[in-house]
């Protein structure tokens, strides 16, 4: 198996800069200690490209990190972008790599660690335990359909429009995707579409359950995505993997990632097709660069840390690596330490940079 590997690091903006510091830790303690070879080389994307290129993402860096292994990515943007021009956003190039690189699956785990179990605004019942995963059709639906835009109607009145479209192979490929996750798992997937009125997932609904036939094993259900957005707050554990398109995805999977109490804990990973060698995934935490409480050194790494977790499973095929991260996570919550974001009362609060530290202490307390 391939033990070396090219990872684009590409801090970004804001809080994104201090969690990469605490990720470039832990990447380099399993060089100096395992049998992983991993090559790191920074890039700049976001509003710290803007600042020195004038763009969000140069050609240049795209063609870079299109040839890594895996890239792993803080968070951009910020309000000292936000009054560019809607092409020029610092998101722009987050969009452009997703885009570029055909990252066509999102997973988004929402997995709730024991220790934080009653940092959620659900009842502790109903979320202890909870692990589910979402993937999101990620670079089709409606944000990318044409024809779309705002035309006059008359004087007085515009129409905003957008297009809702899946082909058979778009959707074919994401199914297959759920199935092959949902395989290795508990082997339910439940799809969430909108076939009672939309055409497009009702194609979405026959071309799953045309794939289902391929894993007998994974049993498939269906559902309305006005029901699901119900059943994840009434009772998430129902669920293990749901697959849905993009749309439906974003807000289901901000909704679930809200049951497991912080944004700050959230990591997430964005799949393609694995074509002519090219970069086919991007790790990254599901929030944002939070300017918020940038330079202030309490932002919680644990998400980015937590996505190169995912990176070891889903880019190095390495399972023992995930459990380890995981289990360390898991340790340094039971042990009572958190950031500021996770904070409740007698817990000992640390900073972003002693947070990173603990995860080598204790990864040095594991003997691999
Ligand atoms: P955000 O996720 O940055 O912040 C939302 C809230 O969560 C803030 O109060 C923030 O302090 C807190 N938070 C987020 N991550 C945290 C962490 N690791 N530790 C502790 N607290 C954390 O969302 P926002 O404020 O809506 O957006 C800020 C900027 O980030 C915007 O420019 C937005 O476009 C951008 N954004 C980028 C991404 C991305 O890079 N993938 C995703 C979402 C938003």
Redesign the pocket.
Known sequence: MNKSFNVSLLP?????KE?SAEASKVLEWFNQNSELKINLKEELV?GASIDKYGVPLTDETLKSISNCDAIL???????K??NLNFEK???RG?LKIRKELDLFANFRPAIVFDALASSSTLKTEVIKNLDILIIRELTSGIYFGEPRGISQIDQNNKRGFNTLAYTTEEIKRIAEVAFEAADTRSKKLCSVDKANVLESTELWREVVTDVSKGYPDVKLSHMYVDNASMQLVRNPKQFDVIVTTNMFGDILSDCASMLTG????LPSASIGAKKNNKCNAMY??????????AGQG???????ILSIAMMFKYSFLNLEYFNLINKVVNKILNNGYR????FMEKNNLIS?QEMGNLVIEELENEKI
């Open positions: 970004g903006d804001g809080i994104g969690i976001g990515l803080g968070a951009v943007g910020g309000p972008w936000e956003r610092p998101e987050l912080s944004l700050g804990m990254e935490p599901v929030h944002g660069s939070a300017p918020d409480i309490i932002a919680n790494p644990l998400a980015m950031t500021k974001d996770i972003t």
